[in-house]
Structures are given as C-alpha cells and as structure tokens.
C-alpha cells in the first residue's frame, strides 16, 4: 500500500488546471527518505525478523526491534508531512496564499505507515500476530522399543524386497544395499494351541535366550534389543519366535517385550 502511494500525488492545489503535472512522493527527497523508504525498510525487516527460525540481532537489537522503529517513524514523519507538505515555504512574509495542501499519495501513505506501525507496536500484545510466518517442521513421531526405520528388514508392515526372502541377511562381503542371493524361506509352522492367536510383530528390552522347540535346556539363539522378530504361536506364557535366518524357537520369558 506505501509503495503504490509513492506514486501518486504529493500535492494538492485549489483551483489548479486539469493538465497540471503534480510530483510525486519519489520527487521529495525529505518524503521519499522518512516516509516511503522508511516505512518500506521497517517492513522488511520485521518480516525477515519473523521468517527466521532463530531471532538475528544487529548491534544487540534484533531485527524485528529494528522494524517497529523504522515503522514508527516513517508513520511520524507522513504525519509531519501532512500537517505542513509545503515544509514551511508558505511562511514566508509576503505569501500571498498558503501554499500546496497535501496529495492523495501523502495521505495514503500516512494511513499505510500508521497501519503498519501499530500491527508493529501491538505485535507483542496480540498472539494472533506471533505467529510465525513459516511454520515450524513437525518432529517425527516417536518409535516403539527397537523400531528400526521404516523400510528396513523387520519393520511391522514392511514389505519384503524382490528376491530376499523373510529373515535374509547380506552375506558376508557384501557391499551394504546390495540384494542378498536368493534363499529358501523358512515356512512358518502351522500354529497350535488357541485359534485366536495371531502372530504379531516384537521387539525383546535386553538379551534374551531362544530355546529349542524341544525342549533343550540349552538356547539354539539370542534375541537381541533393537530388531523386530515375528511370534508364530503362543505356548502358556512363552512364545514360539521366528528368528531372521529362519530359526523357530521359545521365548520363555516374554516380560517387557513391545509389541509391533
């Protein structure tokens, strides 16, 4: 609105022909340095001072401080302006008239900057106006106990890569990122015990062991905290868990596992 009011008329005249050529605000060096290029500066930089993530300061003011004062006193000086736009040369002794009144560009451009400076002034006083003119990025949503990123091998929900199978891992020297070879997939075993049991991803807290299906008292794995491992079926309080090269085993003690 101040940059179209620099524009038009800085003056106004009683009686003056329809063909009279008036300057505009940019012809006044006093108008165009306290009042339009002012008021403009202020603008910028109290949008600068809002775009920003993190406050800059210059001189220990920050940028926006640096803003509502260039606003306040753009809209002071159109003030000044308008009171006396011929700057007291109609004060001269012998003036036969009082000179120039002001044009439409002076008063539009009084109402821009007083607009303008109080927006600035009552910033602060006003939580509508705080907001940030970019807005701020969403952190990520927090993953359960192990997640790893999604997509990656053993996420609830990720689907399995063309040619790697459930539980493949990178054989050893190969490069990270590469497709394993082909394997045969371990089929998961028909469940038994209670048919509403269906299986489910999980992730262990800490180290725990995997024993054999059997029975043997000594574990065939170990479960390891950060890697989702799939439950195929539920005995009492264990349950049978699928490792990724394939294995199936016992997870007796089942305490504190988050579930996918």
Known sequence: MLFIASFLD??????APDGLDLPNLWASGPVLLSVVLAGIIGAALIVVARALPEPRKVAGLDLGQFGVAFAVFAAWSALGNIIDPAGGANNFSGATSNGPSAGT???IALIATLV?????IATPLVPALQAGLVPAPKPAAPQPYGAQPPGGYGYP???PQP???YGAQPQP????????????AAAPAPQ???????PFWFAVPVARPLFAEDGAPNPIAELAPGTWYLAVEQRGGALVAQTQDGRRGVLQDTSGIQRG
Request: hydrophobic share 25%; no cysteine.
């Open 10 to 15: 800085n003056y106004s005249y009683d009686g």
């Open 105 to 107: 560009g002076l008063i």
């Open 116 to 120: 303008m400076a109080g927006a600035a």
């Open 157 to 159: 929900g990720a689907q």
């Open 163 to 165: 040619g790697q199978p």
């Open 173 to 184: 020297g190969q490069p990270f990122g590469q497709q394993p070879a082909p394997q045969q």
């Open 192 to 198: 038994q015990g209670g048919g509403d049991f269906s």
